[in-house]
């Protein structure tokens, strides 16, 4: 258990920009960051934080909250967990006892997953520091490769002894579930035997944006060619590889700060890159590039820069992966080093500078290499050589920009010394025949749609819900402030008719509020509303000084979801930039003492027409003598309501 103290630190430390500003590329957007949302496939930016209101939205999921709820969400953190890793960033020391064997036992099983994948984590490493197998071996492998000290503890390197169950022992020891070894691969379960996966092989840990583990990369250091040579964790529920890039953890800042993201193939690649000083570096660990993973660096920067090694055939399997990035709307760069070099060595052999000036010199646009490659292999077979022409053309209709797309036909044109009108018309085939397809699909989408929409009821406006939860905005926004207000009281004319009268005096917006409902005896009708309603108004009575994020941070999680939706709906408007088109609306806190009064007076009309329908129903059940009671009231409501509608500039 953690502190309430050690909570409330947290809190109060943590800036909710900072914390996502390490997930997601922001961008400076009026008083707020925008960025694409981490959640879903987009090239619009629908994700909002406000650093003033400490909250953020993502309008293309509908979620949103605190950076707490935002580590839940996106790292699938536990409170504790997203609270550990808050204090961990802010460098703060948090108070809290052990878990003991009954609380693991009462985790859930994706937490539990994790717990395990922790505890082999330090478990390996202790392996690799403390046991003469460990250092003999492992660490002599490590630093056979040149990894240094600081290096091997930066990336949590480890061993796992040449014994058949030496780590699973160890985990049952310490009360972990047999169940979870086994679902996350750490241990091979079969029938009654248990062995360790990585029996003998020393141990990269495969980690989250957080860096939380996820799961392991394994390699052998003997010559049995039976074994292979790399063994990854299995696919579980924390772990799946086309999700995850190794060294993402420690390079997102740097990607970020740089603007550019190296990617190469293997664990020793972004080691050695991040021990000489590269630090924008990540893998694939091994596997072919998926979207996910293009997906998981374009929230950061736009531009990869693909480091190839001197193999020809690897090479030309990785060229596939590019137009998955170019189909992102990424730019691609691409860099290969000299023939029987990689990554792991170049960069072994070079200090900081050289490494920088090489990639710099030699890191050509995407369009340049794979021109120059596939020519290589095509410039005395003409067929060939049209084949080359249209993958390279292929590869250039992927591009969403169109104006780049033009520059890169015109370049492969000049490569390939075959006119711009060919291409442009290939390009044109390939796009119209694009089309046709995405029209289709269309087509079908539509039918179906159209079956549908006939059966589905035009939904109505809840005007009352909309009222209720404005009430409860300008509570959170304004609530503690002092405005004059202008209020109304009838007064009788000359004629004897009632006129709406104004009187200007100051109060604070939650004391306004507060009086004028309790004049009109109205209830919330929304129980989250009237919950959250009587929460704020008992908070502002208290506490003279409101702060919006320590309340956000009391309330339940629920709750705090519902503060978020409300506060940040409005913010769905600054994402369309309408000053870009010279349209400024109007700031809200330039009239909050305006905006008040009309939302409560909003809501006495809607209450007046709900009164005046009761009446109208009752005039249908009635007698005659009766109805001309009812239809008095009718009247005075009415007429009521006409003077409302004036103060509010409407029409009836």
Not at 100 to 114: C, F, G, I, M, V
Not at 227 to 243: G, L, Q, R, T
Not at 421 to 447: G, H, R, W
Not at 475 to 485: A, K, S, V
Request: glycine share 4%; hydrophobic share 35%; charged share 30%.
């Amino acid at each position: 258990m953690i502190s309430p103290a050690s909570i409330d630190l947290v809190f109060e430390t943590a800036r909710v920009e900072e914390v996502i500003g390490d997930f997601v590329q922001l961008k400076k957007s009026g008083s707020n960051f925008k960025g694409l949302s981490p959640f879903s496939e987009e090239r619009s930016p629908s994700f909002m934080v406000s650093p003033v209101k400490q909250i953020w939205k993502d309008f293309s999921t509908g979620k949103g909250g605190t950076a707490v709820s935002f580590l839940m969400e996106h790292e699938h953190f536990t409170y504790p967990e997203a609270i550990k890793y808050l204090a961990k960033k802010y460098n703060i020391e948090i108070d809290e006892t052990e878990q003991s064997n009954e609380q693991k036992e009462k985790a859930s099983e994706r937490e539990s997953l994790y717990l395990v994948s922790e505890f082999a984590n330090t478990y390996f490493q202790k392996i690799l520091h403390k046991t003469d197998q460990g250092k003999s071996i492992g660490l002599s492998y490590f630093k056979e490769r040149g990894f240094t000290e600081e290096t091997i503890k930066k990336f949590d390197l480890g061993y796992s002894l040449d014994e058949w169950q030496a780590f699973t022992d160890e985990a049952l020891k310490q009360g972990y579930n047999i169940d979870f070894l086994e679902k996350t691969g750490l241990t091979i379960v079969k029938d009654q035997k248990r062995f360790d996966r990585f029996k003998g092989r020393v141990m990269f840990p495969i980690k989250s944006m957080s860096g939380r583990v996820l799961g392991y990369g394994g390699r052998i250091l003997t010559s049995d060619k039976k074994a292979a040579k790399y063994v990854n964790s299995p696919e579980s529920d924390i772990y799946h590889k086309s999700n995850v890039l190794y060294g993402i953890h420690h390079a997102k800042q740097s990607i970020a700060k740089e603007d550019n993201c190296f990617l190469v193939e293997g664990y020793t690649d972004v080691i050695q890159f991040h021990q000489t000083g590269v630090t924008n570096v990540v893998s694939s660990s091994g596997t072919a590039l998926t979207s996910e993973q293009i997906r998981l660096i374009n929230r950061l920067t736009k531009n990869i820069t693909v480091l190839f090694d001197g193999d020809a055939a690897g090479m030309r399997a990785s060229l596939r992966g590019i137009d998955l990035i170019l189909e992102q709307g990424m730019n691609v760069k691409v860099c290969t080093f000299p023939e029987g070099e990689d990554p792991d060595s170049f960069a072994r052999q070079n200090t900081l500078e050289e490494l920088g000036a090489y990639l710099a010199d030699n890191a050509k646009d995407f369009i340049q290499f794979k021109a120059s490659v596939l020519f290589e292999e095509s410039k005395n077979d003409p067929i060939k050589k049209a084949d080359t022409v249209r993958d390279i053309v292929n590869s250039i209709s992927k591009i969403p920009d169109r104006i780049k797309k033009e520059i890169y036909i015109q370049e492969c044109a000049r490569i390939m010394d075959i006119s711009e009108e060919v291409l442009f018309s290939t390009l044109a085939q390939m796009n119209k025949k694009e089309s046709q397809e995405e029209n289709n699909q269309y087509k079908t989408e539509q039918k179906a749609f159209e079956v549908i929409k006939h059966k589905q009821p035009v939904e109505k406006v809840d005007v009352l819900y909309l009222l209720e939860r404005k009430i409860i905005e300008l509570l959170l926004l304004y609530g503690d402030r002092t405005e004059d207000f202008e209020d109304l009281v009838f007064k009788e004319n000359a004629k004897g008719e009632l006129e709406l009268e104004p009187v200007i005096h100051q109060a604070k917006v939650f004391e306004k509020v507060f009086l004028d409902l309790q004049d009109d005896e109205m209830q919330f009708t929304n129980p989250q509303f009237k919950t959250l309603y009587y929460s704020i108004i008992d908070t502002l009575n208290q506490k003279p000084e409101f702060e919006l994020k320590n309340y956000i941070n009391s309330v339940d999680a629920e709750m705090g979801t519902e503060i978020t939706h409300i506060l940040m709906e409005d913010e769905r408007y600054v994402l369309d930039d309408w000053n870009r088109m010279d349209i400024f609306p109007k700031v809200k806190t330039d009239s909050v003492a305006q905006l008040v009064s009309e939302t409560i007076l909003s809501l006495r009309c809607f209450l007046i027409d709900q009164k005046v329908k009761e009446f109208q129903q009752e005039t249908l059940q009635n007698k005659i003598d009766t109805n001309r009671n009812i239809l008095e009231e009718v009247k005075d409501y009415s007429g009521l309501k006409m003077l409302l509608s004036r103060k509010l500039n409407r029409v009836l």
